[in-house]
């Protein structure tokens, strides 16, 4: 069992950037790939990054690319997304998400989910 805990979020202007942690309780953290995920009002939820367990395979929505990046900390027990250059379009509840080692790009792999984080970019 995993249990992930997401903060970070905010309201931030239009270029500006925040940086979102999620922070995981439970055995073998280092064992799981993590991605991060957003749902917009009135929206599906879609995938914006994913990182492998061992961090050596990164992968991000065309969207976010060059903006964003996912890293991770495994002696914390913690997954980062740095958001840079932020558009109004990136406001949504962000999610962080963990499944067992291979990271995926599709929602419905992920075994455990955080309660979200509220992303608001003004312009």
């Known amino acids: 069992q995993v249990q992930l805990v997401e903060s970070g979020g905010g309201l931030v202007q239009a270029g500006g950037s925040l940086r979102l942690s999620c922070a995981a309780s439970g055995r073998s953290f280092s064992m799981y790939a993590m991605g991060w995920f957003r749902q917009a009002a009135g929206k599906e939820r879609e995938f914006v990054a994913a990182?492998?367990?061992?961090?050596?395979?990164?992968y991000y929505a065309d969207s976010v690319k060059g903006r964003f990046t996912i890293s991770r900390d495994n002696a914390k027990n913690t997954v980062y997304l740095q958001m840079n250059s932020l558009k109004p379009e990136d406001t949504a509840v962000y999610y962080c998400?963990?499944?067992?080692?291979?990271?995926?790009?599709?929602?419905?792999?992920?075994?455990?989910w955080g309660q979200g984080t509220q992303v608001t970019v003004s312009s």
């Open positions: 998400a963990a499944r067992p080692v291979r990271a995926t790009m599709l929602a419905m792999e992920y075994n455990y």
């Open positions: 990182i492998s367990w061992s961090a050596g395979s990164a």
